[in-house]
């Protein structure tokens, strides 16, 4: 069964921190590639960043630095730490799997990913 749980968005001001977590079912969390969308309102869907199951990372430009993805593999659960929040860091969250080639080492952002979360909305006022 498909499952993804995401949980930690909140508000917080320019410079804060905060952490999401996507609790993932066992079958998806088997995923080779998996990662973290985000959705600004008005504009498209962003890729935030991947991490395939040996533990390799992409991140996006716009995060580089600033956001860490990561996994705890006995809890079946997805992580994103982000740090030095600005505004345009605004948007509902989601956690993401099924994406990317396990034969040809591909994960990344541009992948097609089946399974979604339901989001959860991140808010950093100036």
């Known amino acids: 069964q498909v499952h993804l749980v995401e949980s930690g968005g909140g508000s917080v001001q320019s410079g804060g921190s905060l952490r999401l977590s996507c609790a993932a079912s066992?079958?998806?969390?088997?995923?080779?590639?998996m990662g973290w969308f985000r959705q600004a309102p008005g504009k498209g869907r962003e890729g935030v960043a991947t991490i395939d199951s040996a533990g390799t990372t992409s991140y996006a430009d716009s995060v580089k630095g600033r956001f860490t993805i990561s996994k705890d593999d006995a809890k079946n659960t997805l992580y994103l730490q982000m740090n030095s929040l600005k505004p345009e860091d605004t948007a509902e969250y989601y956690c993401?799997?099924?994406?990317?080639?396990?034969?040809?080492?591909?994960?990344?952002?541009?992948?097609?990913?089946?399974?979604w979360g339901q989001g959860t909305q991140v808010t950093v006022s100036s």
């Open positions: 993401v799997a099924g994406g990317g080639s396990r034969d040809l080492g591909y994960c990344d952002t541009g992948a097609d990913f089946g399974y």
């Open positions: 066992a079958v998806t969390y088997d995923s080779y590639c």
